[in-house]
């Protein structure tokens, strides 16, 4: 993990690369890898670069808490927490305030996918592990909670994936790393469905003129078909597997 | 762990059907245009034991912010700053599906995106706060008391909360020979320097329309809605897209334009609540 706890006096050298070598509008390499848990009814592990997430799908089944349960749907349930050891100090495993609005968050960027109406009264569960945090982990929980409602033979209307966008040295950057985050400018993580043409998840954590703004959607969006389209060979991949 | 909501009031499908085929004519239940926010009171000081208090009634939301200022320490990492903690309520009094209890994901969202809203564009000027650097500071408590619930308490309680600084005062203090600090509660003479001011501007998207500040029905039968933090030279400050819908990309720019122009009505609004409420006091 990058050991760099202060500032960088410049976040993009004269060659217009960043710290890691990236160009601004370039991702981490991303590996996604589904059916890799055997309880569960689904599963992805999904990688950027060296933020490393692990999520689970249990359902549609009996919900875990019997007042939540709705007449005209299932209850998508969603827990995003992170890992003791996924961060550079430890992390005390307690959820904390910011773990459970990302729960929230992510929850909402895949209620408008998941075909919950065919499922009355049941539960859906989606359990995400942030194993190591480089940044984006919430937008890489959603493109591995994406991955594992469809390994888990949910109905969706389409797959989502998530990348945020940052601000440094008031350049927009793609799929910004820990250092970019923390001493960066702006951090604005984007989720979408590209075969539905829908966001499902938009924030903003920073400063960003209304154009940079507009801009910088359209870059996330650009690599969110990308990375959907990773989901979905991945999915092919593992369907070919069992055939054999 | 965050699940659907299961709570919700049901608004009946004729009066859904009603809402959405005024939005049509360019309506909407309340006399309101498309782009226009409810009306605004905001009295401030209404807490005399608070440093800076605001009620805001925003249509028949009603927001009630507190600040308290107490001694304390600075983070290791920002020696040099003073530190800055918001927490909300939506206390059951304020709507029949509200719970008692510790702070619930959606009051921990409200804080959350208040919170930032404030220390990304550096509303506050933090260093002021700073006694000692690394040893002492003030902590600034802003509680947010979400009273009654109309829909859209985003925008309520931002207002509530700039209101509420703008008239926050720091207490007087004296620090002993051995360090001790020795704080006059009674003596509030320092006014809380702040850099600049921000609103939360909410719409929620409803069938093909965007609407600014929804009230609660509007809220129900939206499909998703969108908090855009601004500063007064129109930079977005903070986004929080929210509720099981989504956007499609001309959506969201008409959003983000629609928001940009209503938070101008904001900065105004709020000018002239705090003037007005000036020639009161």
């Known amino acids: 993990m990058s050991r760099v706890k202060q500032r960088p006096e410049r976040f993009i050298d004269e060659t217009g690369r960043r710290l890691d ?224 | 762990m965050s699940y659907t909501p299961y709570r919700l009031p049901v608004v009946s499908r004729v009066k859904s059907e009603s809402l959405i085929s005024m939005l049509k004519r360019g309506l909407r239940s309340d006399q309101r245009d498309l782009v226009s926010p409810r009306n605004i009171t905001i009295e401030v000081g209404v807490i005399e034991k608070a440093n800076g208090s605001a009620l805001v009634k925003l249509g028949k939301t009603q927001v009630l912010v507190g600040i308290k200022i107490e001694p304390g320490k600075p983070f290791p990492d920002t020696p040099d700053e003073g530190v800055l903690q918001v927490n909300s309520e939506l206390v059951p009094m304020a709507s029949p599906v509200f719970e008692p209890g510790p702070p619930d994901e959606n009051a921990i969202e409200l804080a959350r995106v208040i919170d930032r809203s404030l220390r990304d564009p550096k509303a506050i000027d933090l260093k002021s706060l700073v006694m000692r650097p690394g040893e002492k500071a003030w902590v600034l408590w802003v509680d947010v008391y979400v009273l009654d619930y109309d829909g859209n308490y985003f925008d309520a309680s931002m207002l509530g909360v700039m209101a509420a600084l703008m008239n926050t005062k720091l207490p007087e203090y004296e620090e002993t020979e051995s360090g001790e600090l020795i704080v006059h509660r009674d003596k509030l003479t320092t006014p809380l320097k702040l850099n600049k001011r921000v609103v939360l501007v909410t719409t929620a998207k409803i069938g093909d329309y965007i609407v600014v500040d929804p009230n609660l029905d509007e809220e129900l039968i939206a499909d998703a809605r969108l908090t855009l933090a601004f500063d007064e030279e129109g930079n977005i400050v903070g986004a929080q897209k929210s509720s099981i819908g989504g956007y499609t990309r001309s959506e969201l720019s008409r959003a983000i334009e629609v928001s940009r122009k209503a938070s101008q009505i904001y900065f105004k609004l709020l000018d002239q609540a705090l003037q007005l409420g000036k020639q009161a006091g």
């Open chain 1, 21 to 244: 070598g990236r160009l601004p509008d370039e991702m981490r390499p991303v590996d996604i890898k589904v059916g890799v848990l055997s309880n569960a009814d689904g599963s992805a592990l999904v990688s950027y670069g060296k933020t490393k997430v692990i999520a689970a799908v249990y359902g549609p089944r009996e919900p875990p808490q019997r007042f939540a349960i709705l007449p005209d749907r299932a209850s998508l349930f969603v827990r995003y927490h992170m890992a003791p050891f996924s961060t550079e100090e430890r992390k005390s495993p307690a959820p904390t305030r910011r773990e459970i609005e990302l729960s929230k968050v992510v929850r909402e960027a895949l209620e408008p996918v998941v075909l919950s109406e065919l499922f009355p009264r049941t539960a859906i569960e989606v359990y995400v592990e942030v194993l190591q945090s480089d940044g984006g982990t919430r937008t890489a929980s959603v493109t591995a909670a994406s991955a594992a409602l469809a390994d888990a033979g949910i109905p969706m209307k389409g797959l989502v994936a998530g990348v945020a966008v940052g601000k440094v040295d008031g350049v927009l950057v793609l799929d910004i790393n820990e250092v970019e985050d923390n001493f960066g400018d702006a951090d604005m993580p984007v989720a979408a469905a590209p075969d539905l043409g829908l966001i499902t998840l938009f924030q903003l954590n920073g400063v960003m003129t209304i154009d940079e703004m507009q801009r910088g959607i359209d870059m996330a969006l650009k690599a969110i078909s990308y990375i959907v389209e990773k989901e979905k060979e991945a999915l092919k991949g593992s369907i070919e597997v069992e055939a054999e």
